[in-house]
């Protein structure tokens, strides 16, 4: 579930709207962060025009890829580009939604909004430093909820991510050993794991598998009934994902940088959900 931005919900339709009538068929590819709402736009644009448009999602790294290289009109990913990338390849960038990625699990008699996570604790699970559910950190964070003596199974993305790279720049903020033997960008060297192909793919892995844990945009939990654990953000409080936490993160950004180059994560506020996201549509300027 995504926020539009109040003055760029129509972003990605001005921007298609732009493109000659003539032409047969308008292609976007990218990220399958803001995937389920761009069918539902394109859906309604679809109804109402006669210029045929369509989207892959790929992952945000074949987005940039591909528009890079002129293979579709616009190109999507939740990582934003900085002015040197944008001006080496004659490109614009724009936001058009904001969300929330979040992690999401499948232990045994555990509810959504039961287990609460920190940043620390949530990049030990994925390094490998916390294996069992039962492990004395996670019980501290949940003195009251029966967790299992069970080992985790960690999942990831395979493949180029913006998801994967929002969710590694949080936990590079919240844990310098993550920092220094991960890092973050679209596809890193997971410590521990099994990888899936983009959001429905992880969310997919994580449901049929028991005790599983993986982090996904929150649409792809809610539509496949996943349990989202809840988090404790920068302020030290407990935040639940959903639309005002996704809105709380947001609300000192500056969208009147330059290219709006915005990172979400980590980001001041009692009400703030900690792993928020932007993502954005690229084009050529010409």
């Known amino acids: ?13 001005i921007a298609i709207a732009a493109v000659p009538v003539a032409a047969a068929e308008v292609f976007g590819a990218g990220a399958t962060f803001p995937d389920l709402i761009y069918a539902k736009w ?7 025009t006669d210029v045929a448009l369509s989207y ?7 987005g940039i890829k ?11 990913t939740d990582k934003p580009l900085d002015a040197r990338e944008l001006d080496e390849h004659g490109l614009v960038q724009f936001p058009t939604l904001m969300g929330g990625i979040v992690p999401v699990i499948n232990v045994a008699g555990v509810r959504s909004g039961e287990l609460v996570l920190d940043g620390p604790t949530l990049a030990k699970i994925f390094l490998g430093e916390i294996a069992r559910w039962d492990d004395p950190a996670l019980k501290q964070l949940n003195p009251t909820l029966a967790l299992p003596a069970e080992a985790i199974t960690v999942v990831h993305r395979s493949d180029g991510s913006g998801s994967t790279f929002n969710f590694t720049n949080y936990l590079s903020k919240v844990s310098e050993t993550w920092k220094t033997k991960v890092g973050f960008e679209f ?27 993986g982090y996904v945009e929150y649409a792809y939990a809610k539509q496949q009934g996943l349990t989202h654990a809840n988090m ?18 947001a609300a000192n950004a500056d969208w009147t940088a330059r290219n709006f180059g915005v990172m979400l994560t980590d980001q001041p ?17 010409a």
Do not use: C
């Open 1 to 13: 579930m995504r926020l539009k931005f109040p003055a760029l919900a129509a972003g990605l339709a």
């Open 66 to 76: 591909q528009i890079e290289t002129r293979n579709v009109t616009f190109g999507a």
């Open 232 to 249: 404790i953000n920068r302020d030290g409080k407990v935040v639940a994902p959903e639309f005002k936490s996704f809105q709380a993160a």
């Open 42 to 48: 394109i859906e309604a644009y679809s109804a109402k």
């Open 187 to 213: 596809a890193v060297n997971w410590p521990v794991g099994v990888g899936a192909k983009a959001n429905r793919g992880v969310a997919g892995e994580v449901a049929d598998t028991d005790a599983a844990i």
């Open 269 to 285: 506020g009692e009400a703030a959900w900690p792993i928020a996201a932007a993502t954005f549509i690229l084009m050529h300027q």
């Open 56 to 62: 892959q999602s790929i992952g945000s790294g074949g």
